[in-house]
């Protein structure tokens, strides 16, 4: 069973970047996809982005492809998330997760490990 921890969040102005990392510990890191969603304040969860464990296939909400990227380095069992150019309506937290097996949907019921989240503020 993989645990799951996110640092990086921060306040930034509108227009810079961030970069959040999730470290994995107690499972084979390699074996999971890999996906961040975020959570803004009285909304619903929702999915940011994801990268497979067998090709590293990556999957973007559509709104924010060009903006952000995703990565993962097997080997430092870590998942990261660039941001740039970042706007007030990505103020939210952002919460890594992990699903085992296939790569099925960008669906957060398809993730069964959740880190705690960092928050992501970003002022205009």
């Known amino acids: 069973q993989v645990q799951l921890v996110e640092s990086g969040g921060g306040l930034v102005q509108a227009g810079g970047s961030l970069r959040l990392s999730c470290t994995a510990s107690?499972?084979?890191?390699?074996?999971?996809?890999v996906a961040w969603f975020r959570q803004a304040p009285g909304k619903e969860r929702e999915f940011v982005a994801a990268i497979t464990w067998s090709s590293g296939a990556t999957f973007f909400r559509y709104s924010l492809k060009g903006r952000f990227t995703i990565s993962r380095d097997n080997a430092k069992n870590t998942l990261e998330l660039q941001m740039n150019s970042l706007k007030p309506e990505d103020t939210a937290v952002y919460y890594c997760?992990?699903?085992?097996?296939?790569?099925?949907?960008?669906?957060?019921?398809?993730?069964?490990?959740w880190g705690q989240g960092t928050q992501v503020t970003v002022s205009s």
């Open positions: 997760a992990a699903q085992f097996g296939p790569y099925r949907s960008g669906s957060m019921t398809e993730y069964s490990y």
């Open positions: 107690g499972g084979t890191f390699s074996n999971y996809n």
